[in-house]
Protein backbone atom coordinates (compact mmCIF):
# COMPACT_ATOMS: atom_id res chain seq x y z
CA UNK A 1 0.00 0.00 0.00
CA UNK A 2 1.01 3.53 -0.71
CA UNK A 3 1.33 6.25 2.15
CA UNK A 4 3.75 9.76 2.46
CA UNK A 5 5.11 10.90 5.89
CA UNK A 6 5.99 14.28 6.03
CA UNK A 7 8.35 15.54 8.60
CA UNK A 8 7.96 18.40 10.90
CA UNK A 9 4.22 19.47 11.28
CA UNK A 10 5.35 23.38 11.06
CA UNK A 11 8.24 25.11 9.75
CA UNK A 12 9.57 28.79 10.27
CA UNK A 13 11.53 30.66 7.75
CA UNK A 14 12.73 33.95 7.62
CA UNK A 15 11.30 35.91 4.42
CA UNK A 16 14.29 35.65 1.73
CA UNK A 17 14.98 32.22 3.37
CA UNK A 18 15.47 29.13 1.47
CA UNK A 19 11.63 26.81 2.51
CA UNK A 20 12.82 23.05 2.39
CA UNK A 21 9.26 20.61 3.51
CA UNK A 22 9.88 17.09 3.86
CA UNK A 23 8.12 14.17 2.45
CA UNK A 24 9.32 10.53 2.20
CA UNK A 25 6.78 8.03 0.43
CA UNK A 26 6.52 4.72 0.35
CA UNK A 27 5.20 2.48 -2.36
CA UNK A 28 4.93 -0.65 -3.89
CA UNK A 29 4.79 0.40 -7.36
CA UNK A 30 6.63 3.47 -9.35
CA UNK A 31 4.98 6.51 -7.11
CA UNK A 32 2.93 8.85 -8.90
CA UNK A 33 3.87 12.48 -6.62
CA UNK A 34 2.05 15.55 -5.35
CA UNK A 35 2.30 18.59 -3.71
CA UNK A 36 -0.71 20.79 -2.80
CA UNK A 37 -0.56 24.07 -0.78
CA UNK A 38 -3.50 24.88 1.15
CA UNK A 39 -4.18 29.28 2.12
CA UNK A 40 -6.24 30.06 5.00
CA UNK A 41 -9.91 29.97 4.34
CA UNK A 42 -9.10 28.08 0.72
CA UNK A 43 -9.06 24.52 -0.51
CA UNK A 44 -6.38 22.69 -1.45
CA UNK A 45 -4.34 23.61 -4.88
CA UNK A 46 -1.65 21.35 -6.78
CA UNK A 47 1.96 22.70 -6.65
CA UNK A 48 3.79 20.27 -8.95
CA UNK A 49 3.41 16.45 -9.31
CA UNK A 50 5.48 14.05 -10.26
CA UNK A 51 4.76 10.84 -12.60
CA UNK A 52 7.99 9.68 -13.55
CA UNK A 53 9.35 12.00 -16.45
CA UNK A 54 11.86 14.00 -14.72
CA UNK A 55 12.85 13.84 -11.42
CA UNK A 56 13.01 17.25 -10.76
CA UNK A 57 10.13 19.03 -10.97
CA UNK A 58 9.34 22.38 -11.46
CA UNK A 59 5.68 23.97 -10.06
CA UNK A 60 3.80 27.25 -9.50
CA UNK A 61 4.98 29.96 -7.35
CA UNK A 62 9.02 29.54 -7.54
CA UNK A 63 8.59 25.80 -5.68
CA UNK A 64 10.06 22.65 -7.22
CA UNK A 65 10.65 19.00 -5.77
CA UNK A 66 13.38 16.31 -6.67
CA UNK A 67 12.22 13.02 -6.63
CA UNK A 68 15.15 10.69 -5.21
CA UNK A 69 14.04 7.20 -5.32
CA UNK A 70 17.20 5.70 -3.32
CA UNK A 71 15.97 7.67 -0.32
CA UNK A 72 11.90 7.46 -0.95
CA UNK A 73 11.40 11.47 -0.63
CA UNK A 74 10.12 14.30 -2.81
CA UNK A 75 11.11 17.09 -0.72
CA UNK A 76 9.40 20.59 -1.60
CA UNK A 77 11.98 23.39 -1.91
CA UNK A 78 11.85 27.22 -2.78
CA UNK A 79 15.41 29.32 -2.71
CA UNK A 80 13.54 32.40 -1.03
CA UNK A 81 10.48 32.61 1.10
CA UNK A 82 8.06 35.16 0.18
CA UNK A 83 5.33 36.10 2.98
CA UNK A 84 2.94 35.14 1.02
CA UNK A 85 4.15 31.34 1.33
CA UNK A 86 2.63 31.25 4.14
CA UNK A 87 0.04 28.18 4.37
CA UNK A 88 -0.14 24.68 4.85
CA UNK A 89 1.51 21.85 2.45
CA UNK A 90 0.43 18.47 1.98
CA UNK A 91 2.37 16.01 0.41
CA UNK A 92 0.34 13.22 -1.13
CA UNK A 93 0.83 10.17 -3.61
CA UNK A 94 -1.68 7.77 -5.91
CA UNK A 95 -3.08 5.13 -4.50
CA UNK A 96 -5.78 2.96 -5.99
CA UNK A 97 -8.15 5.59 -7.83
CA UNK A 98 -7.39 8.00 -4.84
CA UNK A 99 -4.79 10.48 -3.45
CA UNK A 100 -3.13 9.40 -0.15
CA UNK A 101 -2.51 12.33 1.70
CA UNK A 102 0.44 13.43 4.36
CA UNK A 103 -0.85 15.46 7.91
CA UNK A 104 0.52 18.39 6.41
CA UNK A 105 3.10 21.18 7.24
CA UNK A 106 2.11 24.53 7.72
CA UNK A 107 4.71 26.96 7.00
CA UNK A 108 5.57 30.36 8.86
CA UNK A 109 7.02 33.26 7.05
CA UNK A 110 8.87 35.78 9.16
CA UNK A 111 9.84 39.42 7.87
CA UNK B 1 -13.61 26.45 -16.73
CA UNK B 2 -15.39 27.21 -13.14
CA UNK B 3 -13.78 24.57 -11.37
CA UNK B 4 -15.57 22.76 -8.54
CA UNK B 5 -18.21 24.26 -7.18
CA UNK B 6 -19.83 23.64 -3.49
CA UNK B 7 -22.69 24.97 -1.83
CA UNK B 8 -23.65 26.68 0.77
CA UNK B 9 -19.55 28.11 1.52
CA UNK B 10 -20.80 28.22 5.14
CA UNK B 11 -23.62 26.64 7.48
CA UNK B 12 -24.51 27.20 10.74
CA UNK B 13 -27.30 24.66 12.36
CA UNK B 14 -28.97 23.03 15.17
CA UNK B 15 -27.98 19.92 16.67
CA UNK B 16 -30.58 17.35 15.53
CA UNK B 17 -31.23 19.34 12.01
CA UNK B 18 -30.04 17.56 9.05
CA UNK B 19 -27.59 19.27 6.47
CA UNK B 20 -27.48 18.98 3.01
CA UNK B 21 -24.20 19.83 1.36
CA UNK B 22 -23.53 20.26 -2.50
CA UNK B 23 -21.18 19.92 -5.09
CA UNK B 24 -20.51 20.30 -8.78
CA UNK B 25 -17.54 18.71 -9.96
CA UNK B 26 -15.58 19.79 -13.26
CA UNK B 27 -17.31 19.08 -16.00
CA UNK B 28 -15.81 15.52 -17.88
CA UNK B 29 -14.29 14.89 -14.36
CA UNK B 30 -15.46 11.34 -13.73
CA UNK B 31 -14.52 10.72 -10.13
CA UNK B 32 -15.45 12.92 -6.88
CA UNK B 33 -13.80 12.72 -3.48
CA UNK B 34 -15.51 14.28 -0.05
CA UNK B 35 -13.11 15.15 2.73
CA UNK B 36 -13.25 16.25 6.30
CA UNK B 37 -11.04 18.88 7.38
CA UNK B 38 -10.46 19.65 11.39
CA UNK B 39 -8.00 21.29 13.32
CA UNK B 40 -8.01 17.37 15.79
CA UNK B 41 -7.99 15.12 12.21
CA UNK B 42 -6.74 16.68 9.76
CA UNK B 43 -7.86 16.46 6.47
CA UNK B 44 -9.55 12.93 5.82
CA UNK B 45 -11.34 10.85 2.87
CA UNK B 46 -15.06 10.55 3.51
CA UNK B 47 -15.57 8.55 0.63
CA UNK B 48 -15.58 8.99 -3.24
CA UNK B 49 -17.29 8.18 -6.80
CA UNK B 50 -16.27 6.69 -9.96
CA UNK B 51 -18.83 7.33 -12.76
CA UNK B 52 -21.66 7.84 -10.33
CA UNK B 53 -20.78 5.23 -8.36
CA UNK B 54 -19.64 4.96 -4.71
CA UNK B 55 -16.07 2.92 -4.38
CA UNK B 56 -14.80 3.10 -0.99
CA UNK B 57 -17.10 4.58 1.73
CA UNK B 58 -14.76 3.16 4.57
CA UNK B 59 -14.31 6.63 5.89
CA UNK B 60 -17.68 7.90 6.54
CA UNK B 61 -18.34 8.14 10.26
CA UNK B 62 -21.18 6.73 10.99
CA UNK B 63 -24.77 5.92 9.69
CA UNK B 64 -25.22 9.48 10.09
CA UNK B 65 -23.61 10.30 6.79
CA UNK B 66 -24.57 9.58 3.71
CA UNK B 67 -23.75 11.01 -0.08
CA UNK B 68 -25.60 10.20 -3.58
CA UNK B 69 -24.27 11.47 -6.76
CA UNK B 70 -27.41 10.34 -9.03
CA UNK B 71 -25.26 11.99 -12.08
CA UNK B 72 -22.02 12.89 -13.26
CA UNK B 73 -22.45 16.92 -12.84
CA UNK B 74 -23.74 16.94 -8.85
CA UNK B 75 -23.39 15.15 -5.53
CA UNK B 76 -24.90 15.63 -2.32
CA UNK B 77 -23.43 14.98 1.36
CA UNK B 78 -25.54 14.42 4.17
CA UNK B 79 -25.65 14.66 7.91
CA UNK B 80 -28.89 13.47 9.41
CA UNK B 81 -29.31 14.03 12.53
CA UNK B 82 -26.12 16.48 12.88
CA UNK B 83 -23.68 17.01 15.78
CA UNK B 84 -21.76 19.52 17.35
CA UNK B 85 -18.70 17.41 16.41
CA UNK B 86 -19.38 17.35 12.86
CA UNK B 87 -18.49 20.88 12.88
CA UNK B 88 -15.67 21.33 10.07
CA UNK B 89 -14.97 22.13 6.40
CA UNK B 90 -16.03 19.71 4.23
CA UNK B 91 -14.45 19.90 0.73
CA UNK B 92 -15.48 18.33 -2.80
CA UNK B 93 -12.63 17.59 -5.63
CA UNK B 94 -12.76 15.64 -8.75
CA UNK B 95 -10.67 14.28 -10.85
CA UNK B 96 -10.42 12.73 -14.25
CA UNK B 97 -9.30 8.84 -14.28
CA UNK B 98 -6.24 9.56 -15.87
CA UNK B 99 -2.72 8.68 -15.45
CA UNK B 100 -1.92 11.30 -12.81
CA UNK B 101 -5.17 11.23 -11.03
CA UNK B 102 -4.74 15.38 -10.28
CA UNK B 103 -7.49 16.24 -8.13
CA UNK B 104 -9.31 20.29 -8.07
CA UNK B 105 -10.80 20.79 -4.79
CA UNK B 106 -13.48 23.20 -4.34
CA UNK B 107 -13.55 25.98 -2.02
CA UNK B 108 -15.03 23.99 0.49
CA UNK B 109 -18.14 24.46 2.94
CA UNK B 110 -17.77 25.46 6.68
CA UNK B 111 -20.10 23.77 8.91
CA UNK B 112 -20.81 24.48 12.45
CA UNK B 113 -23.49 22.82 14.47
CA UNK B 114 -24.55 24.27 17.84
Known amino acids: AQSVTQLGSHVSVSEGALVLLRCNYSSSVPPYLFWYVQYPNQGLQLLLKYTSAATLVKGINGFEAEFKKSETSFHLTKPSAHMSDAAEYFC?????????FGTGTRLQVFP | DAGVIQSPRHEVTEMGQEVTLRCKPISGHNSLFWYRQTMMRGLELLIYFNNNVPIDDSGMPEDRFSAKMPNASFSTLKIQPSEPRDSAVYFC????????????FGPGTRLTVT
Open chain 2, 93 to 104: ASSSRGVSHEQY
Open chain 1, 92 to 100: AVKGTDKLI
